[in-house]
């Protein structure tokens, strides 16, 4: 592991919401690396805590009721969670970047587009509106955007879904961040609006050696984008891997059962496997391990139903939390059905 | 192969749905042709998965076929009754044969009605039943989508996702469709409860020989779930076809470019992809001619190798690109592909003398 | 499976009975104590208002011209005022002018609003139109002109079921009736723009899709979903009916027969410059607390009823 490669190591993150009824452990003993100019995707259901670990980077949690409990999270050596809120200003945007799910709410629609990136540049550098408005239409032009001098000047509303998303993407990435935190860029989009932002975002890191996290629940868009993937179940990382050999043998039963229910392309018409019940509420999670409940094999077994088990390294670089996952591929044979009845 | 007409629960001539826009000023009074001449038929028991982008008017079709939203123009026939003609004590016992699954489970369930309420109401507004019987069945219902008679007393906000999309599924079970709209039902689920809802779906497609038309932008579930394909672009169908002919043989440039663009669960899949330029345009002022043409590729590769009579200059997305004239210039109607009728697209270039 | 795992959970840690969004903001509610707090200084208004008649159903009379303008003393905790009456009795009586006009103003006001905005919301069209002409004619006169218009035109006499009937707007059923008729905008606005926004809701259309007609939609999905609008504005529309009486009455336009808040005010302007404040004091505290009580309680009302605010 050499650390010289690596921009962003988050370790051991625990973030908490203090509600009316009770403590929400949303992210709950969560650490990665992200190296440079590679891509970390965190993939889980709504709820899962993934979210909430980008704004814990970006310290951006709504305090109260939110609280960093412990951990640390060093940007290039630099310990974030030590920085006052000032210096933190600095970071974000500067050093790292973020786009959001939705591109229509997190534009101001009484701004032009060109005028809020213009702003976002002159947040962190001295420099003149006329040269801030040749970068800003530079920038256009980097993400794609036909006619950029036209579209500087028009509002958000004016621009369709991919456009906007174009310009958030040029937004964060005015200042040439070194990390950009990508929040299910794409769920809102169409799928050739979507093909087309994936494109770009590669086609950006390639150029600037930019490091993504990448926060999705598609594991399609995953296959596509990340080079290291983390899948996330009730506020913890489950398992950790190299994206080609996540996809090839997922050992955790929960991304077992996530690539077994996904409807792929050219298979036909069949029963779909499911993962039996919801998503555990985080204010009463299960004991154990969180995910026995809808476990097909741990369902049963005394040690899952009573100690939660960590992350250790099965395969080399493939890390899973899972008593079981060592004899996962018989237990998975001898599943009986799924049927609904 | 053609099947018999008495085959067929819903037949759709000729749909247009327009909504008036408010345009500038003194300027003339403009529509919004979210639907804009749109066929279709759904056999009994059968689904047809009904493809596209958002703006494509998939939903408004779908609604506007439920006498939801009023139609502009065309014909609507369910089981050999016309939909839009009906007066409203025929068309409110019609109602009861089909029904409606919406995309939001939050927004899709009254807040203020407990599950037993919301599940009865179809049964309530029929009548003919009396409240012990309406609660019984209330019960067999929940049973049925998977849920415990025990949740009949309480309220949606007290539910996952899935549940309440479970609870809309009994309600729309209630007065025992025919056929139902399911409008884009998963897409707001997550991964993991997307699956089980969509088993459940087919189960009780075969159980109660119940027709869908499943409105969805993903192609890979409307593979998984449909018979037949219909893709919708600006308010037209631009394709429509059998499910395996439409996935092994899309013809209309469209549906190529739709297929690729689906990103494929497997790091080392092929990444041929045709990219298409640009967002869907407005339906306000569509293209004239084939609605897709600014998108395609196929019209300016086609172009590149013709007369410089057959082809025309277009600006789009602030470059000239060189079309075919006839894409710009004529309005294609969908055509059968040679040798099976039952797939027919509506692209010119790939109709007749190309 | 699914359903074997769904079920058992929820025989082993949910209950039968599910909370609507009533009862959880009820239960909200008991545990805001700020909101439990304003509340019990509510009922406590509430019960003087009824109780000070009673106690003291002479006070007017009990002239004391030895005792004009005395400080507060052991025997009169807040002096007495320029007739020698006990300002102490004078201000407990006058919470019930208060509370009658808060009550009866918001009894008219709010019905009246939300009936007008749901109908005009669920409806729209030439209904909505006629509608909102009436609110935005009547929001376009300032409401202290309007106020004071609606009771000088009724001052006089009106038929009434073919004989007549004299309708005093000078006294206080005046005031209730004047406040009621011209507070109901700000609700009927809210309760429109809310309609038009719950007839869209996925929820509405499905009942449309089984077959329920127009008004049952409308008593059944939609008004179920306005009721708490229509309880926040009653609390809050009670401040302002408190805070016009106290104005009308310093004008003179008010309360004559009875001791009210406003009327104390407006007798003690005089005094003030012969620094004798208490009777002015004494009024402008039972103002404050009480309008202070219904803002903070209105508040935490809107915080535990609206559906919007939820988990948050």
């Known amino acids: 592991m050499s650390d010289n490669g690596t921009l962003l190591r988050v370790s051991d993150l625990r973030t908490h919401f203090h509600t009316e009824d009770g403590v929400v452990k949303a992210v709950d003993g969560v650490s990665f690396r992200i190296d440079r100019g590679r891509t970390f995707a965190l993939v889980g259901e709504s709820g899962c805590g993934k979210s909430v670990t980008a704004f814990s980077i970006m310290q951006l949690i709504p305090i109260p009721p939110g609280r960093i409990v412990s951990g640390s999270i060093e940007l290039d050596g630099e310990e974030l969670l030590d920085l006052n809120e000032k210096q933190m200003r600095h970071i974000r945007g500067s050093q790292i970047g973020m786009i959001f799910q939705e591109p229509m709410s997190s534009l101001n629609p009484v701004f032009t587009c060109g005028s809020q990136i213009v702003e976002a540049i002159r947040l962190h550098r001295r420099i003149s509106s006329r040269d801030a408005r040749a970068m800003a239409i530079d920038l256009l032009v980097q993400v794609g955007i036909p006619e950029p001098a036209q579209r500087f000047d028009e509002y958000p509303h004016q621009l369709s879904g991919g456009m906007r998303q174009r310009v958030m993407i040029a937004m964060a990435l005015s200042c040439r961040p070194r990390l950009l935190i990508a929040d299910e860029p794409t769920t809102a989009l169409d799928v050739t609006i979507q093909a087309q932002i994936l494109e770009l975002l590669k086609e950006l890191q390639a150029s600037t050696q930019l490091s993504i996290l990448l926060i999705t629940h598609d594991l399609a868009v995953v296959a596509g984008t990340a080079d290291v993937v983390g899948v996330m179940y009730a506020s913890k990382i489950v398992e950790q891997a190299d994206t080609g050999q996540l996809f090839a043998e997922p050992l955790h039963p929960y991304t077992h059962g996530l690539f077994r229910s996904i409807p792929r392309l050219g298979e036909k018409k069949h029963r779909l496997e499911t993962i039996p019940g919801t998503v555990p509420n985080p204010l009463n999670f299960p004991a154990g391990c969180k995910f026995h409940t809808r476990c097909h094999i741990g369902r049963d077994k005394p040690r899952c139903r009573t100690q939660e088990p960590t992350l250790r390294e099965v395969r080399p670089g493939h890390w899973c939390a899972c008593w079981e996952c060592d004899r996962y591929e018989t237990a998975a044979q001898s599943d009986p059905s799924d049927k609904v009845t | ?354 | 499976m699914s359903d074997l795992v769904e079920t058992t959970r929820v025989e082993q840690f949910e209950p039968r009975t599910g909370r609507s969004l009533w009862s959880d903001a009820f239960h909200r509610l008991l545990r805001d104590k700020i909101a439990i707090a304003c509340f019990v200084i509510i009922c406590i208004y509430a019960g003087i208002a009824i109780a000070a008649p009673m106690m003291f159903p002479d006070w007017a009379n009990e002239v004391d011209y030895d005792n004009l303008n005395a400080r507060p003393s052991w025997s009169e905790p807040l002096g007495t005022d320029g007739f020698g009456r006990s300002i102490l009795q004078k201000t407990l009586l006058g919470a019930n002018v208060s509370m009658t006009v808060g009550l009866t103003a918001n009894i008219i006001a709010i019905p009246l609003g939300m009936v007008l905005g749901a109908i005009a919301g669920y409806y729209g069209g030439w209904i909505d139109d006629i509608i909102v002409w009436l609110y935005s004619t009547l929001a376009s006169i300032p409401g202290l002109v309007k106020l004071l218009a609606i009771k000088f035109a009724f001052i006089d006499k009106v038929l009434w079921k073919g004989s007549w009937y004299e309708l005093d707007l000078d006294g206080l059923p005046g005031i209730c009736i004047a406040l009621g008729v011209i507070s109901w905008i700000g609700t009927c606005r809210l309760v429109r723009a809310e309609t038009m926004k719950l007839r869209e809701m996925d929820y509405v259309l499905a009942a449309r899709a089984s077959g329920r007609g127009g008004l049952s939609i409308l008593f059944r999905h939609i008004i179920p979903n306005l009721l708490h609008i229509g309880i926040i504005n009653f609390s809050l529309g009670f401040v302002g009916a408190i805070s016009a009486e106290v104005f009308l009455s310093f004008l003179n336009l008010g309360v004559q027969d009875r001791p009210s808040w406003g009327r104390m005010i407006s007798d003690a302007k005089m005094q003030l410059v012969a620094g004798q404040w208490w009777e002015i004091g004494a009024a402008t505290v039972a103002i404050f607390l009480i309008v202070l009580a219904w803002n903070i309680f209105g508040d935490r009302l809107r915080d535990a009823l609206d559906p919007k605010l939820r988990n948050v």
């Open chain 2, 1 to 354: 192969m053609i099947e018999k007409n008495d085959d067929i629960i819903l037949s759709v001539r000729g749909l247009k749905t327009y909504f008036p826009v408010r345009g500038r000023l003194l300027g003339k009074k403009q529509y919004v042709r979210a639907v804009d001449g749109v066929d279709l038929s759904v056999r009994r028991g059968r689904t047809l998965g009904l493809v596209g982008e958002s703006g494509s008017g998939k939903t408004t079709a779908g609604r506007t076929i439920l006498r939801l939203i009023p139609a502009t123009a065309g014909q609507v026939s369910f089981d050999g009754q016309d939909v839009f003609r009906l007066r409203r004590g025929a068309m409110k016992a019609l109602r009861r044969r089909m029904q409606i699954i919406f995309q939001d489970p939050v927004g899709s369930l009254n807040p203020r009605m407990t599950v037993g309420g919301i599940v009865s109401e179809p049964l309530k507004v029929h009548g003919g039943m009396t409240a012990h019987q309406r609660r019984q069945r209330v019960g067999e219902l929940l049973d049925r989508v998977g849920l415990s008679k025990m949740y009949v007393n309480r309220y949606p906000h007290e539910f996952s996702g899935g549940q309440r999309q479970r609870i809309g599924i009994a309600r729309a079970l209630a007065s025992k469709p025919d056929f139902i709209v399911c409008d884009e039902p998963v897409s707001a689920l997550d991964v993991s409860i997307q699956a089980q809802i969509l088993n459940l779906l087919s189960d009780l497609q075969d159980e109660m020989n119940l027709a869908y038309l499943f409105i969805a932008h993903n192609l890979a579930v409307v593979e998984h779930f449909a018979d037949e394909v219909a893709v919708m672009y600006l308010g037209r169908i631009v394709e429509v076809a059998g499910r395996d002919a439409l996935y092994e043989k899309p013809t209309h440039p469209y549906t190529r470019a739709l297929l690729s663009a689906v990103p494929i669960p497997d790091p080392n899949a092929r990444t041929t992809r045709v990219q298409l330029p640009g967002d869907v345009p407005s339906p306000i002022n569509p293209p004239s001619g084939c609605p897709f043409h600014p998108r395609c590729p196929l019209t300016r590769e086609l172009a590149q190798a013709m007369d410089e009579t057959e082809t025309r200059e277009i600006v789009t997305l602030g470059e000239s690109v060189r079309v075919v004239r006839r894409c710009v210039e004529q309005t294609p109607a969908l055509q059968e592909v040679p040798g099976d009728e039952t797939h027919c697209h509506a692209c010119l270039l790939r109709q007749g003398n190309t």
